[in-house]
């Protein structure tokens, strides 16, 4: 029996590394890797051997005999991917060929390489586990929070708890007797960029796409406007979205824009309180949803089903776990794209979409309703959000939505960094294969590296970092060898004595050891994943506790 790739799929390759027989595609090297929805496996070329779901981060691969219900339509996805074969014909082994994307190797020169990165989440992490794969290499981690790994603690909803689970690599990954980190340090407030320099032959910056696109519509702004990224950071326990006041008492959510990230909201938003219970989401969020009121999310998008942009697999695991419709005109606009696309994936997602019920049918639980051809005008309301006008796209004819709460969800933008340049029309910052250039001379700037959204833009799931940020750590490398990169003065006790002379209150690896099992062990109690701090000060106190007597008495004194 072949193995079958799931819902949770995050592309980061692990398993076509491991596969002995090469059946599993695309693989880094093959076109459309970087935009593929999720991995597929050969079930005419698999051995049943089971590698891949060793190596798979996030749980997504199972043997075929043990899918439950809602992962069945994942067979025929991983099927369909391959062309048909006569049934009789089963494809012979093929022997691996050399690695897809060759480690790089790091021919040490007088003083091992240092690198320091700049953001912790998948990025960051997996160009950490590229460089501590050679002999020596140094890698110091800097995040602005108290903990790591980024959009994989506050940006998966917390029901989707098989695609955190990639946090247990970058926990490896940390254990690595030459990485440290440094939390609670903001490079550009607290390190500069030649700090660090004088510390790391080079800095590699992996800080992600922070800022959402806004819509610029009369009435965003308002009281019961946001976005869905700081949603669900609030519902994830983010420190600095922690206490936004979210008013869940209409019966009515507007989410406009329909990728994942809107989905993900509409599902959380429609689940039972008691399911989301048994996930790591905030108390203060599980309290709020615990009196919520939502009745219905509406998921507006301006074009139309064609051109939805979420991804297949969020589609099969929304309508498999959630009530979802449409109005009957969006079913005939179904109906129409469906009459007259030839593309594959668009069809499979069409083809899902036409067996969605009638929005018109009642309901005893909370629905999603997908919307289509609608356009932002205005947010309704005086001195709070009463709802949404919009536009039926491409014409003048007017429709509103009544909604207490309304949140848009597209897209990011990447936050120009101190010391570095930056494109303002791509948001991103300029480079070559991560290397950073400067867009006047076109030369590169020496030391400074990218990954990740801000290297490439907002594209890809979390997976697609482990090639980019190879790319870049290749380009580090060869610079490294060619002896492009000048030795640092300082060394890593000087470091720390900067840091800490900076921000006391520096994070380091116990200390984020401590917050995890405090975490967990709260969790623990209450039949839970982990229940976060969501307070810094509370974070702290905690990871001070891990510290030994003499440095707890030092951080006392700094601190006054």
């Known amino acids: 029996m072949p193995h079958v790739i799931t819902q949770s799929c995050c592309n980061d390759g692990s398993c076509v590394f491991a596969c002995p027989v090469n059946c599993i595609h695309p693989s ?35 043997p075929d005999n043990r899918l439950d219900a809602k992962q069945l339509p994942f067979v025929e996805i991983n099927s369909a991917f391959y062309p048909e074969r006569p049934a009789d014909v089963k494809l012979p082994p093929t022997s691996k060929l050399a690695p897809v994307l060759p480690a790089p190797e790091v021919h040490l020169r007088h003083r091992p ?133 979210i008013d869940l008492s209409h019966e009515r959510v507007v989410v406009v824009g329909n990728g994942n990230v809107a989905l993900d909201v509409a599902r959380v938003l429609t689940t039972d309180p008691d399911e989301l219970a048994r996930t790591d989401i905030s108390d203060r969020a599980l309290e709020v949803f615990r009196n919520s009121m939502v009745r219905e999310v509406v998921v507006a998008a301006r074009r139309g089903p064609a051109h939805s942009a979420f991804t297949l697999p969020e589609l099969i695991g929304l309508t498999t776990t959630s009530e979802v419709v449409l109005d009957p005109d969006d079913h005939a606009l179904v109906a129409r794209d469906l009459a007259t696309t030839t593309d594959t994936l668009t069809r499979n997602k069409l083809e899902i979409l036409t067996k969605l019920g009638d929005s018109s049918a009642g309901g005893a639980r909370p629905r999603i309703r997908l919307a289509y051809h609608l356009t932002p005008r205005q947010v309704l309301g005086e001195r709070r959000a009463t709802g949404v006008e919009f536009t039926v796209t491409g014409t003048d004819e007017l429709r509103s939505i009544d909604a207490g709460l309304v949140l848009t969800s597209i897209g990011y933008r990447g936050k120009k960094i101190r010391d570095l340049p930056f494109d303002e029309n791509a948001a991103v910052v300029p480079n070559e294969n991560g290397r950073v250039v400067d867009p006047e001379s076109g030369r590169p700037v020496p030391g400074a ?104 008495r030092l951080l006392a004194r700094l601190l006054g």
Not at 483 to 496: E, V
């Open 449 to 552: 590296y990218v990954a990740g959204w801000i290297k490439r833009g907002p594209t890809g799931f979390i997976g697609t970092n482990k090639s980019c940020s190879l790319q870049t750590v290749q380009a580090l490398v060869a610079d490294f060898n060619a002896g492009a990169l000048t030795d640092p003065p300082g060394k890593q006790a000087a470091l720390d004595e900067l840091v800490r002379s900076r921000q006391p209150d520096v994070v380091d690896s116990a200390g984020w050891g401590a917050i995890d099992a405090a975490e967990i062990a709260r969790g623990g109690d209450e039949g839970r994943p982990r229940n976060k701090f969501t307070d810094i000060a509370d974070m702290l106190a905690v990871a001070a506790s891990a510290q030994p007597a003499p440095r707890r």
């Open 113 to 245: 390489l240092t690198v320091a990165i700049v953001g912790s989440g998948p990025a960051a992490m997996y160009a950490a586990d590229e460089l501590l794969t050679q002999h020596g290499v140094r890698v110091n981690v800097f995040e602005k929070l108290p903990t790591p790994y980024g959009l994989v603690r506050s940006g998966v909803a917390p029901d989707h708890q098989n695609t955190k689970k990639v946090t247990k690599l970058f926990d490896r990954v940390s254990r690595h007797r030459h990485f440290n980190f440094y939390l609670n340090v903001d490079v550009g407030k607290h390190l500069s960029h030649a700090d660090l320099l004088a510390h790391h032959h080079a800095v590699l910056y992996a800080v992600g796409a922070p800022d959402d696109r806004r819509l610029d519509i009369d009435g965003m702004g308002m009281p019961g406007t946001g976005t869905a990224t700081e949603l669900v950071a609030w519902i994830n326990g983010h420190p600095e979205f922690a206490h936004l006041p």
């Open 28 to 62: 880094p090297d093959e076109p459309g890797f970087a935009t593929a929805e999720m991995l597929h496996i050969d079930p005419d070329a698999c051995v049943d051997c089971g590698a891949c779901v060793s190596a798979c981060p996030v749980g997504a691969i199972v």
